[in-house]
């Protein structure tokens, strides 16, 4: 915290007597940024913290009641400072956004914990503290909240029936087609409302959806394979899913090979399409050998094929050389040629 901040705060509370300029300092964290609980404080003078919150509504009070025009004018910056920040953000911000606005920092320290204090004692800006459903935030007002409450659901609910990411450059127009209430919005906007959500999130690719979403918050190995090869597009062999995961920033934690290939193997949602190489079930990429792939097709068109149209499509749906489809058609227990070249499934 800069000396400016400081002196500020000394001002402010020097009209207290010791023991309550401690609890407040210590129950807005100005010295170390991370506010005491009532709690601890009580066992510190040996009081309730019942006595505890008294002190603090007291000492808060009697503050405000000594906060002259000029003392007044110092706290001023601080809450239009954040007053633009809310009006910028559509009225509704983080807390953490409003931080890295002030001191260019999210997390809590002094500078922070000052901010607040201000805040709290000016009394304008409302602050909701954490629940389930969304992160700390600031408010212009109860109305900017409850607009913002009904729009975010909105959006969510939006999102459920998408069922799949959006790109973040489409993120304004879908979250106006949303039916949310708040309609004027702007890129910041929705940045700074989804910042508040604990249901909503960006992956490392830009792309935004709910957190439950492996495409957004993926759990493990297995979702991390699933999104990077999703995201690339094409079947990869499983050395390179697993150096696409590892440079893909997903944390510190590197990728083993061995551990990649096996979830692979396991999780349905891939499928072998070649030596190593995997692909997903969502391009159409179906299980099974190259063999068991032919009958598929046979069976699906319920006639017989011409070679060159069976090799056409095995290879649609693995990456094998064509002499392996043609070896395959040679088994005779599965397969009889009509001649010309046409095959199909032998009749039991």
Sequence with gaps: ??????????????????RNKDVISRRFGLKTGKKETLESI???????????????????????????????????????LAENTLEQAGGVTSEDNLFAKFSGVAKENPANATLVFFLSLDGRLRKFI??????????????????????IFAFI????????????????????????????????????????????????FGQLGLTSWPDIKPRGVKDKA???????????????ITQLINTSSFGNRKANVQTVHNELIKDKRFVLVGRGLYGLTEWGYKAGTVKDVIVDILRSTG????????????????????????LNLQNPKVFERKGNGVYALKEA
């Design 1 to 18: 915290m800069n000396s400016t901040i400081r002196g500020v705060v000394g001002q402010v509370l020097y009209v207290l007597n010791t």
């Design 42 to 80: 009580g066992k510190s003078y040996g009081i309730t913290r019942e006595r505890v919150r008294q002190i603090e509504e007291a000492s808060l009070k009697q503050i405000r009641e000594n906060l002259n025009s000029s003392l007044a004018s110092k706290v001023k910056p601080f809450v239009d």
């Design 130 to 151: 954490e629940t389930d459903d969304f992160n700390t935030f600031w408010a212009l007002s109860d109305q900017h909240a409850e607009s913002f409450n009904k729009s």
């Design 157 to 204: 609910d939006a999102l459920k029936k998408l069922g799949t990411p959006i790109a973040e450059s489409a993120v304004v127009d879908f979250y106006k087609k949303s039916g949310a209430t708040l309609k004027d919005v702007t890129s910041a906007t929705v940045a700074s409302f989804i910042s508040v959500s604990k249901n909503i999130a960006k992956n490392n």
């Design 226 to 240: 699933f999104l990077v090869l999703k995201r690339d597009g094409k079947p990869r062999h499983f050395r390179e």
């Design 303 to 326: 006639q017989p094929m011409h070679k060159k149209d069976i090799v056409t499509q095995v290879l649609s749906n693995r990456m094998v050389k064509e002499n392996t489809i043609l």
